[in-house]
Nanobody, 120 residues
Framework: QVQLVESGGGLVQAGGSLRLSCAAS????????MGWHRQAPGKERELVAA???????NYANPVKGRFAISRDNAKNTVYLQMNSLKPEDTAVYYC??????????????WGQGTQVTVSS
């Protein structure tokens, strides 16, 4: 059974930083895409960042230059470093994993989510 377990969320002041982690178990995702999505109250879930099986990254425009996604295949873990946080970054952040090399279409697996709250 595949599980994705996020950690690292919390409350931070605007301009601060947080690092989210997502540990996968049940299968190896070293050659599969992984990503981070977020969902704010009243809004749809959106892709924030993704990393391909080969390490190619892509980001949503609102977080470019502030967020960085990375992965440690030996640990089957993906990270999201979030810097210069803004109140509009407040959301539940979900780790996702794909059954494909690139993050195309809908993710196949989801974590339970971790709350990130940025105060002004």
């Amino acid at each position: 059974q595949v599980q994705l377990v996020e950690s690292g969320g919390g409350l931070v002041q605007a301009g601060g930083s947080l690092r989210l982690s997502c540990a996968a178990s049940g299968r190896t995702f070293s050659r599969s895409a992984m990503g981070w999505h977020r969902q704010a109250p009243g809004k749809e879930r959106e892709l924030v960042a993704a990393i391909s099986g080969g390490g190619i990254t892509n980001y949503a425009n609102p977080v470019k230059g502030r967020f960085a996604i990375s992965r440690d295949n030996a640990k089957n873990t993906v990270y999201l470093q979030m810097n210069s946080l803004k109140p509009e970054d407040t959301a539940v952040y979900y780790c996702s994993a794909y059954g494909s090399f690139y993050a195309t279409g809908r993710a196949d697996y989801w974590g339970q989510g971790t709350q990130v709250t940025v105060s002004s």
